[in-house]
């Protein structure tokens, strides 16, 4: 199958457009031109399945003038035989020239190195010298691949500055120029599809914002990889909605595309950790090659000066390359809501009113009074000793001190530490005994006497709670 980008304008970002999608449609145009007695034939130059997808007419394209294959071909070798009279140095001045000979029309050369470094673009001059990242670098490096044995075509998407900037497909066409180098031009093909929101309000929900990566990430699948980048890119785009907007990154923790913070693309969040100590990237990635799952850290809100703010994300995998999530900033005392509060409140002045030996027992009854909507309390000494677990009476006894979830955080140990400062929020992922799968669990724990603790906690599903309070 043959693979296909985007260029955006002056920024020089792209996007991958799945061929075949396009294929079906053009053959009925074609057959419905041929009908009518006024169809555009192909270039020969161009090879067939890449004909098939690109070869429409200026009436369905709304252009006044198109550019033929033959043209863009010819325009390209001449500059490779450019380069080859004059030397590297000479031609690629010449490229990079926005006034010199190789603009003609929509069309212009640029050239890249095969390690993703721009040597020549005469309509984004600043990324010259630059490696290139995010969606830019899908295209300079399937494009580099496509041209690496020799000469090739690579349909892409560009914005077209002639019609309001507006993304349209392309047909690019490149030659290796040398062993280390290749050069290339475009001609813009019609009209790309755009992408749609799950819904035209900000998310508040678990659901909604499930939703909304669910929706991003079929987009993605659809129209291919570099396209979803440039699409999580765009401010103005139907995938920004208020505060509400799509980050990607590969399982190796590099950012691909980060919506308001455009300068960290390319480089690694593996290693980073919130105000809190969490290595949230790690746990996005585990969940991600798990199938998708919700998180809570801590993250800069660009609607508010990028002050740190707490986070619920959902995030999932588009492929095995990369995957994307999204996040509504929300608060402690909308996550540890008053139910839940009162109900840790309650059990604590049960546990002080009749004693610790009652409490365990009446906490660790499956059909007591602290086990109702959803809710059950847990409690533990401070050595790790389970002492009430009324879902797991098998544990009531075992040390769990040095126990970890399946994201390998010492989870009791954190719930212990929570506890000690008399009482405060946790999140962990054990597994939910109502569905059998691991799930973000937020805790709400509080110390008794000094000696032991207890608290509970909601999963994280998706479900119709407001996070914004």
């Known amino acids: 199958m043959v693979k296909s980008g985007i260029l955006m304008g002056d920024q020089d970002a792209y996007v991958c457009v799945k061929t075949v999608p396009f294929i079906s449609l053009v053959v009925l145009l074609a057959l419905l031109l041929l009908a009518a007695g006024c169809t555009q034939p192909s270039s020969p130059a161009v090879p067939a399945t890449v004909a098939a997808t690109v070869t ?29 009279i004059h030397g590297k140095e000479k031609a690629l001045s010449e490229f990079n020239n926005p006034n010199g000979s190789f603009i003609r029309g929509e069309l212009y050369i640029y050239a890249y190195d095969f390690n993703g470094t721009t040597l020549a673009h005469p309509i984004n001059r600043e990324a010259v010298g630059k490696k290139r990242e995010g969606a830019n670098g899908i295209f300079v490096t399937e ?19 002639a019609h309001n900037r507006t993304l349209e497909t392309k ?54 990889k570099a396209a979803a980048l440039t699409a999580f890119s765009d401010r103005s785009g139907p995938l920004v909605v208020g505060d509400v907007y799509i980050y990607a990154l590969d399982y190796s ?11 960290l693309v390319g480089t690694s969040f593996y290693n980073l950790q919130d105000n809190s100590g969490r290595n949230y990237t790690r746990t996005e990635i585990q969940l991600a090659k798990n199938g998708g799952g919700y998180l809570l850290y801590q993250y800069p809100d660009p609607s508010e000066n990028f002050t740190v703010k707490y986070k619920i994300s959902y995030v999932r995998p588009v492929d095995d390359t990369y995957w994307i999530g999204a996040g ?5 005392d909308v996550l540890i809501d008053s139910e839940l509060r009162q109900f840790v409140a309650d059990a604590k002045t049960y546990a002080k009113t009749n004693g610790k030996e009652k409490a365990l027992a009446e906490f660790n009854n499956p059909n007591g009074s602290f086990v109702k909507n959803g809710l059950s309390i847990f409690a533990d000494d401070y050595n790790g000793t389970v002492l009430a677990w009324p879902y797991r009476p098998d544990l009531v006894g075992t040390n769990m001190y040095n126990a970890t979830d399946s994201m390998g955080t010492h989870y009791i140990q954190n719930i212990l530490n929570g506890a000690r400062t008399g009482n405060g929020m ?18 709400y724990v509080t110390d008794v006497d000094g000696t032991w603790m207890l608290g509970a906690g909601r999963y994280m599903e998706p479900g119709t709670v407001n996070l914004r309070g």
Not at 173 to 183: H, I, Q
Not at 253 to 263: F, S, T
């Open 56 to 84: 429409v007419s200026p009436e369905n394209t709304g252009f006044a003038n198109v550019t033929t294959n033959e043209t863009m071909v010819a325009f390209v070798s001449e500059a490779l035989d450019y380069a080859k």
């Open 143 to 161: 494009m580099g691949n496509v041209v690496r044995n020799g000469s090739g075509f690579y349909p892409f998407v560009y914005i077209n500055p």
């Open 171 to 224: 047909l690019g066409y490149g030659v290796k120029a040398g062993g280390d180098w290749w050069l290339g031009s475009g001609i813009y093909t019609g009209p790309v599809e755009p992408a749609v929101a799950s819904s035209p309000k900000s998310p508040s929900t678990s659901l909604e914002i499930k939703d909304f990566v669910d929706t991003a990430a079929a987009y993605a699948r659809k129209n291919g």
């Open 253 to 263: 923790g590099h950012a691909l595309a980060l919506l308001y913070q455009p300068q």
């Open 328 to 332: 509504i900033y929300t608060r402690e």
């Open 426 to 443: 946790v999140e962990y992922y054990p597994e939910n005994p109502a569905s059998n799968t691991t799930r973000l669990k937020i805790s």
